[in-house]
């Protein structure tokens, strides 16, 4: 075999090696489906798991009110492990978006909280993505 053959075989070789190391979790695959669930007041557990829980807190002296959103309810947490995670949480007042947050795997897990004027808002609504589930969305009156 000539230097040539060798350095081709060489090339493609870490080529492939390449492609597989970077293959092996594909995060970029996200359900985007709207999801909810078959009886609100009755949630299987599994849409209990992906379903945002709205907690709303005191206001402070500034007028914001802190509104934390977990994923997962009745005791239920959302894994974050690299094949199954929330990457996102979305905060609504009235309809007008007011928050974000993008969360990796598996060293983040479903949990954001925002700092809120609340003050004329009649509802908040959390969205929380999963990227195998699809989107989830809780509403409560304020």
């Not at 849409?47 to 807190?57: A, D």
């Not at 009235?94 to 808002?121: Q, T």
Request: hydrophobic content about 40%; proline content about 4%; glycine content about 8%.
């Amino acid at each position: 075999m000539n230097r040539r053959n060798v350095l081709k075989i060489a090339g493609v070789t870490a080529l492939a090696m390449t492609v597989n190391a970077n293959a092996s979790v594909d995060t970029s695959a996200k359900n985007r489906i709207e999801m909810s669930p078959k009886d609100p007041k009755k949630m299987e557990k599994g849409e209990l798991k992906h379903t945002p829980l709205i907690t709303i807190k005191d206001k402070d002296a500034k007028g914001y009110t802190l509104v934390e959103i977990n994923i997962g309810q009745g005791g239920i947490i959302h894994p974050s492990t690299p094949e199954h995670w929330i990457d996102f949480i979305e905060l609504y007042a009235d309809d007008k978006l007011v928050g974000k947050s993008i969360l990796e795997a598996e060293i983040s897990r479903g949990y954001a909280c925002f700092s809120v004027k609340l003050d004329a808002v009649k509802t908040l609504k959390a969205k929380a993505g999963c990227n195998l589930h699809g989107i989830w969305t809780s509403t409560v009156s304020v």
